[in-house]
């Protein structure tokens, strides 16, 4: 069993939890991803390792209720436990890898987190700053209301920029109008991370191969086990087969075929919310079951 040790609500549907889970937080990197289970019948829900304390034994997840599984995910208070928590899986990412600083410290980096991607960028800025290499980041959001870990981000980024699509705080427009802004004013990246929703990973990626800089994304398709078994999270890169699960989460993002794994995505939109709706309906008859039947 893994034991909630902290609960925070971080925006609307937006929760961040401490979890005890020794093993993983002793040998995870930024970039690796762990496999969530409530219960004996709850789904594997993949999460970013939001975060990490080797010496409490933690790791911190962040999630955002969608679909039913992730509502009752949320529904587990400070003093719960999990199931399962199955990771460090997939791969670290490449810039937060010992043997590649000194590559890395030659780079001129950017960062740009669109929604809940604020969660897995977080790790790798803290990680590149405690190493002498401090990123610049964008952080943006629809709204104030859902942005999270400005301050956070500030502690360890060399410069944060935060955008929202209606202007409600900070830049008016989306991360790829501020990544232009920037260049318009002459500040130069050669390498960007993007993470966060596959059309705005996309749409990043094809303003970077515009400006000619090097576009890591990391890929969120739907997974089950992932171990790469179950093959739900197959990409295409470069024309070849990839899992998310084990080849990823990051993948050069000028080489990924957006286009089909958002049409895949979307093939699991309509059972989604019917396993949603059934939920809110239960909840409508009883608006304790997150606390007892359901769970």
Not at 223 to 252: H, I, N, Q, W
């Amino acid at each position: 069993m893994f034991k909630i040790k902290r609960k925070q609500v971080l925006a609307e549907n937006i929760v961040l939890m401490d979890v005890e889970a020794k093993r993983i937080a002793d040998s995870c990197l930024p970039g690796q991803f762990v496999v969530v289970r409530t219960d004996e019948k709850g789904e594997r829900i993949p999460l970013t390792i939001c975060d990490y304390d080797r010496n409490a034994g933690t790791i911190t997840i962040v999630t955002q209720q969608i679909g039913a599984a992730t509502m009752r995910e949320c529904a587990y208070n400070e003093g719960d436990s999990f199931l399962d928590v199955v990771g460090p899986l997939g791969e670290p990412s490449e810039l937060c890898v010992e043997e590649n600083l000194p590559e890395t410290k030659k780079k001129n980096l950017v960062f740009i987190a669109g929604g809940l991607g604020t969660a897995p960028v977080y790790p790798q800025v803290k990680w590149l700053h405690e190493h002498g290499v401090d990123a610049a980041v964008i952080m943006g959001s629809r709204t104030k209301d859902l942005l999270f870990y400005i301050d956070e981000m500030k502690s360890v980024a060399g410069e944060v920029y935060v955008t929202t699509d209606d202007g409600s705080y900070g830049f008016h427009g989306m991360g790829t109008n501020q990544l232009q802004a920037l260049y318009d004013e002459g500040k130069r990246f050669d390498h960007c991370v993007a993470i966060g929703p596959m059309i705005m990973m996309k749409f990043v990626c094809r303003l970077t191969r515009e400006l000619g800089i090097h576009t890591i994304v990391s890929m969120n398709p739907i997974m089950v086990d992932g171990t790469g078994m179950c093959v739900a999270c197959r990409l295409m890169v470069d024309g070849k087969m990839k899992f998310a699960c084990v080849d990823g989460p990051e993948f050069d993002g000028h080489l990924v075929d957006f286009d089909l794994a958002m049409k895949r995505l979307a093939q699991y939109k309509t059972e989604e919310g019917r396993e949603k709706q059934k939920l809110i309906d239960a909840l409508t008859e009883n608006p304790n079951c997150l606390n007892g039947g359901v769970r």
